[in-house]
């Protein structure tokens, strides 16, 4: 992490799609577009599950409520919602839904 600020790496399976240092603050699916990796999304807050992404390793920012578009189920594989959800750290991320 250097300057603090945060590497993310964009995965399909095993194979690398993209890498990019994020701005403070900004959640993951721009992070996405920066590095040239279109996630999909429609409601961009939380609801509908279409930004739907599986964490490998890393930390992010999660809400203290979970959002419709997440459940416990959903959280236990790691996954995250790229439209609401910011990276904490340096992280590694798989655009193959959790489920
Ligand atoms: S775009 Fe609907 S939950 Fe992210």
Do not use: W
Request: aromatic share 2%.
């Amino acid at each position: 992490m250097p300057n603090g600020l945060p590497i993310v790496r964009f995965f399909r399976g095993t194979e690398i799609i993209g890498s990019v240092t994020a701005n403070p603050g900004d959640p993951l699916v721009d992070v996405a577009e920066m590095a040239g990796v279109d996630i999909p999304t429609n409601c961009t807050s939380g609801n509908c599950g279409t930004c739907l992404v599986r964490l490998i390793s890393g930390e992010v920012e999660m809400p203290s409520v979970l959002p419709p578009g997440l459940d416990e189920d959903l959280v236990s594989e790691g996954g995250i919602l790229t439209c609401c959800i910011t990276p904490n750290g340096d992280c590694d991320i798989d655009v193959i839904p959790p489920l």
